[in-house]
């Protein structure tokens, strides 16, 4: 049979052109071209974020298209790219939204001592002779056993060891992972030493080159999961992974070249050489962690929610395509349960949660939210399907962090005013901001305890019209206008009742987590002496507006803080000390998983989170800035 056509595919702003078979939706060639295109379901067709825009060629709408667009919309040539399958040659703008994410880089890592797994040692051995006939890896290990070091060696290395030796008259620098002698590099390179600590986020990735001769970060990148495309959530992927034909492949494909994105950039960037970095270490969930391996995670979205692994061991760079030092080793965090994984222990390790007096409580808040109690006494930990309410996911205007996004909003008697990632017009909303707006629309009383938005005239008790004009009704829900369509110089971006019940079920459920961990620890509000929101997304929540929607415990609000990217500032500390290492390896004995499924309190708990705390016990004034 003929083969299929091929399509020249153009992409702006970017100027990228692919070649692709008709019939490729517009979704996949771009995830082809190495383009994320963000799109909570996964290129199903039911969120509605994946809009592109049509500059040349012809692209019918179809049903999808008509349901989430308007006819605005699709008269100037937007449609869902997961939809619009390419038969003649196209060109697609996709818009601003898909750029890079805003991403917690700096965490809240305590000091360690520089104690890496990676050591290079510069040797001078001396030549054999008739009367010293060692064997040259016999040579090699007894020079390391003096200077304090044993050694095992890969084949590759012994194969190419002779050579090296005599072609650079014995002058050489031995490259130690742990005990395993992955290179003999000629001359003395001990000055060039690297490792990855990386944080393999569901939605958002970083990684960090580490300098293991300082201990301090020489650089850092941040980017998409590659693997959106096949769904917002781990479900999703789980979903995929079972049901795709080549699901697993995939999964790991994007998320080694994710990586290995990043990695580039940041070596072009430093001038420093792949061959230099000899071990990375990775923090992720359990479901992350199990697809970066390439292992199936099948039985985690099953009862009774098992991983294949809690402690992966090591795994060799080259064997998983990474690009660094291809016999470079591969640290992967233990794992407690099925739902909170390797960040979680990272991000305790980070913390120090486990080994201080005080009570603490961490919160990674996202689509998964992991949920940690405790101080050295005792720690109990939780996971909870908040949804996709926190990404900005399924939201009317939703988005993900990236520059257009509102970010942060303050409502008054006779003003609405709101702050935008990157200072541009507004193109849509984001998770912190629909936290903050939330937040604004109840303490302003438009908004009352148990999520109703009010009416114009019901709202002008409390404030002044410009304000109350701003309630509408959006086909059979009501609306509220946060920003104009001459404000976006478009469409309006808007918070609709639908919006705010989804962010009262995420934020339910994280509720209730909390609270059934505080009562298998006997702890009261006021006895949790810090909050600690963790994350990429937890660290832009602003803490007043968390409190006051109910999201975390009645506390004090300076005792409520955000403290970045634990994920990763963990996996800094375990690829610069062996000692932290160890400590991260017994924090999953040491924490007790609570499957809330199982909890018979956890529905009645969970429909008692719904409602708006009461506003008379915020003990402070709110400055929303």
């Known amino acids: 049979m003929p083969s299929d056509p091929k399509i020249r595919l153009e992409f702006r702003p970017s100027g990228q052109v692919v070649t692709v078979p008709a019939g490729t939706t517009i979704f996949n060639a771009a995830s082809w071209a190495g383009l994320t295109i963000d799109a909570a379901c996964g290129g199903q067709g039911t969120c509605g974020k994946c809009k592109v825009r049509i500059l040349d060629g012809i692209q019918a709408a179809t049903p999808d298209d008509l349901d989430h667009l308007t006819a605005e ?53 001396p030549p054999p002779t008739l009367q010293d006939q060692r064997a040259d890896l016999t040579r090699m290990a007894d020079a390391l056993k003096e200077a304090g070091y ?43 030493c690297y490792g990855l600590a990386c944080d393999i986020g569901t939605t958002t990735v970083v990684v960090n080159l580490m300098d293991l001769n300082s201990g301090t970060v020489a650089g850092v990148e941040a980017t998409l999961n590659g693997q959106a495309v096949y769904g917002a959530d781990v479900i999703a992927r789980i979903g995929y992974a079972m049901t795709a034909p080549s699901g697993l492949a995939d999964l790991q494909s994007k998320i080694i070249q994710t990586l290995n994105s990043l990695i580039d950039t940041i070596l072009a960037r430093t001038g420093v050489a792949r061959e230099n970095i000899y071990e990375v270490a990775i923090a992720g969930n359990t479901t992350m962690q199990h697809l970066f391996l390439g292992v199936s995670p099948a039985a985690i979205a099953a009862t009774p929610f098992i991983p294949a692994f809690e402690d992966s061991g090591r795994a060799v760079a080259g064997e998983l395509g990474l690009h660094i030092h291809q016999r470079g080793r591969v640290y992967t965090f233990p794992v407690i349960g099925a739902y909170v994984g390797g960040d979680i222990v990272a991000g305790i390790l980070a913390t120090g949660l486990d080994r201080e007096r005080r009570t603490r409580l961490l919160i990674d808040v996202g689509t998964n939210g992991e949920i940690v109690l405790g101080s050295k006494r005792r720690v109990v930990a939780c996971s909870t399907a908040a949804g996709p309410a926190f990404e900005g996911a399924q939201m009317a205007c939703g988005m993900r962090a990236a520059p257009g996004a509102i970010e942060g909003v303050t409502i008054t008697r006779s003003e609405v005013r709101y702050q935008v990632i990157g200072g541009e017009r507004p193109v849509g909303i984001c998770g912190s901001g629909l936290i903050d707006v939330v937040a604004q629309l109840y303490l302003a009383g438009l908004l009352d305890e148990n999520g109703r938005l009010l009416d114009r005239e019901e709202a002008l008790e409390f404030v002044e019209p410009s304000v109350a004009d701003r309630l509408m009704q959006n086909g059979s829900q009501k609306a509220f206008v946060l920003a104009t369509a001459e404000e976006t110089g478009g469409s309006p971006v808007i918070i609709t009742q639908r919006d705010i019940r989804e962010l009262q079920y995420a934020k339910g459920a994280m509720a209730s987590g909390i609270k059934i961990l505080q009562r298998a620890l006997d702890i009261a509000d006021d006895e949790i002496e810090q ?7 937890g660290s832009y929540i602003n803490p007043a507006s968390a409190r006051a929607i109910g999201l975390v415990p009645p506390v004090p609000q300076e005792r409520i803080i955000a403290v970045g990217n634990t994920a990763g500032e963990g996996a800094k500390m375990a690829m610069l000390s062996l000692r932290e290492r160890e400590a991260a390896r017994v924090i999953p004995s040491q924490v007790e998983y609570m499957e809330l499924s199982a909890m018979s309190t956890f529905t009645d708990d969970f429909v008692d989170a719904l409602p708006f705390p009461p506003k008379e016990p915020l003990l402070q004034p709110i400055d929303f800035g």
């Open 73 to 125: 919309e699709l008269a100037a040539g937007w449609r869902l790219s997961c939809r619009a399958v390419v038969r003649s040659d196209t060109v697609v703008e996709i818009p601003r939204l898909l750029t890079k994410p805003k991403a917690a880089i700096v965490g809240t890592g305590r000091h360690v001592a520089l104690a890496p797994n990676v050591h290079k040692i510069h040797l001078k051995l």
């Open 531 to 537: 909050v600690m929101l963790a994350g990429s997304f």
């Open 150 to 192: 044993g050694m095992t060696a890969d084949l590759d290395v012994i194969r190419y060891l002779p050579a090296t030796l005599r072609s650079n008259n014995w002058d050489v620098t031995a490259v130690l992972v742990g005990s395993d002698l992955i290179a003999v590099e000629a001359g003395d390179t001990s000055d060039r």
